[in-house]
């Protein structure tokens, strides 16, 4: 199973920002896209006695915690989840010093940390928020342009950090991004007057992931149909001007690192379902293919009630009725088992895709052989019947029921025009497979 791209691409990201390995803990790692989180899982969990929104779209890399604190203060059951909006610079900044500092603070290099340009003064907080959707916000998360050195294919990366924090720490207060006064409701599932959280206790917020949320870019994505007026906005500090003299040299290639004020916000906002362009194909390809198995289930289905009702009315053969019950009842299963294997691949894309893989492609190598074999062996009892066969006389010898023949026989022929077609359109795809190169 090929890796996610998600996962990948970040991956090649972080290197190409010489993001700390020191810090990485890749066994957490989680990557919550469609594929590697598929939408019937849960949007939201509880954790601490409080909703915890699941990140979907996002791709977490880990950052490994201090197992002292989290075992002494029982992080990881007591603490809430929350996000943090911010810039890759800050980011890093914010893991080197393995916390969210305050304006005013000093870091380790020696600069006075402030109030970012734009963002309200005097709210010396640590700011972050329950919610993904207001945390990916253009005012808090940093877009960034970056170029797969793997397939040359460019996406848009948006960053947020996870964290821990403390909760009876927390001051909670409405967002500040003039979404109320618009009427427009930000997050499924954090009423907006609760998105935000603030606090002076600098140690009760602590990190344990990167999240990124990798999109291909496309060029329409920037027609943006709605913009927030922002009114206040107190969130984030400026780490950047410490953190840029810290990279030694930039990386090559360095990524085209732009903010875009806009993209994506609107899909964010407009619909409940951030992504949503993205999941409907994939759910309408899946619901085809179930349509099509429960379509296709009809045919084993017939043919087994055939073969059971005129079990005794076809003295001129009477492996057609047995055969027609066979092939019922293996087609039956076969399709149950698809049916299962399709829900297992539906269900994760982890190492259960590789489960069903390897199940369906021995009994699929098994089944066709069968198929094959008692498509030839009914075809040398009923073809050959043709020319005697009435459907009148039931004592007779050479009778058989008028529908279970005819029916045999036509789905016989099925299966023969199903191969010869599989055949035709084989051939075609080799023959411009060939013409093209
Ligand atoms: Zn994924």
């Not at 002494?72 to 916390?99: F, M, P």
């Not at 972050?128 to 005012?139: F, K």
């Not at 699929?364 to 020319?387: E, H, M, Q, R, Y």
């Not at 009148?392 to 077609?421: H, M, P, R, V, W």
């Amino acid at each position: 199973m090929a890796e996610c791209e998600h996962i990948r691409v970040g991956r090649e990201f972080l290197e190409s920002v010489s993001w700390p390995s020191a810090f990485r803990q890749e066994a957490h790692d989680r990557c919550y896209c469609e594929r590697c989180y598929p939408p019937h899982l849960r949007d939201t969990m509880d954790v601490a006695n409080y909703t915890y929104v699941i990140p979907r779209g996002w791709t977490r890399f880990a950052i490994s915690v201090d197992e002292g604190f989290f075992n002494h203060h029982n992080v990881w059951d007591k603490w809430l989840n929350c996000y943090h909006g911010t810039s890759i610079d800050s980011a890093k900044s914010c893991l080197e010093h393995r916390q969210l500092l305050l304006p005013n603070d000093t870091t380790m290099h020696g600069k006075k940390l402030e109030i970012r340009e734009g963002h309200i003064k005097g709210e010396h907080y640590v700011f972050t928020t329950p919610s993904i959707t207001y945390a990916a916000l253009d005012y808090y998360a940093h877009t960034y342009h970056f170029q797969s050195p793997y397939n040359s294919q460019i996406y848009t990366i948006k960053v947020v950090l996870q964290c821990k924090q403390k909760p009876d720490s927390i001051i909670v207060q409405p967002e500040t991004v003039d979404a109320r006064r618009q009427g427009i409701k930000i997050c499924r599932y954090i009423p907006n007057d609760k998105l935000e959280w603030k606090t002076q206790h600098r140690s009760t917020v602590t990190i344990y992931g990167l999240l990124l949320e990798v999109k291909q870019y496309h060029v329409h994505n920037h027609s943006n149909s709605f913009q927030y007026q922002q009114i206040r906005n107190t969130q984030n500090v400026s780490y950047e001007p410490v953190t840029i003299s810290q990279t030694p040299s930039p990386p090559p290639p360095p990524p085209f690192k732009t903010k875009v004020s806009t993209l994506s916000n609107s899909e964010n906002i407009s619909s409940p379902t951030p992504e949503k362009t993205h999941r409907e194909p994939m759910s309408k390809k899946r619901i085809a293919l179930l349509i099509l198995l429960v379509i296709a289930t009809i045919l084993p289905i017939s043919a087994l009630i055939f073969g059971q009702i005129y079990k005794n009315d076809c003295p001129i053969q009477p492996w057609i009725p047995r055969w027609m019950t066979i092939f019922g009842a293996v087609g039956l299963a076969t399709f149950g088992l698809l049916f299962i294997i399709l829900l297992i691949t539906f269900k994760s894309c982890s190492d259960d895709i590789n489960i069903g893989g390897c199940i369906s492609g021995c009994v699929s190598c098994l089944l066709v052989f069968f198929f094959l074999g008692w498509l030839i062996t009914g075809s040398v009892w009923v073809f050959p019947a043709k020319s005697k066969v009435q459907y009148n006389q039931y004592n007779d010898t050479n009778y058989c029921q008028e529908n279970l023949y005819k029916f045999t026989f036509g789905l016989l022929l099925a299966q023969y025009s199903l191969i010869g077609l599989v055949i035709c359109c084989g051939g075609i795809l080799a023959l411009l497979g060939l013409c093209l190169g």
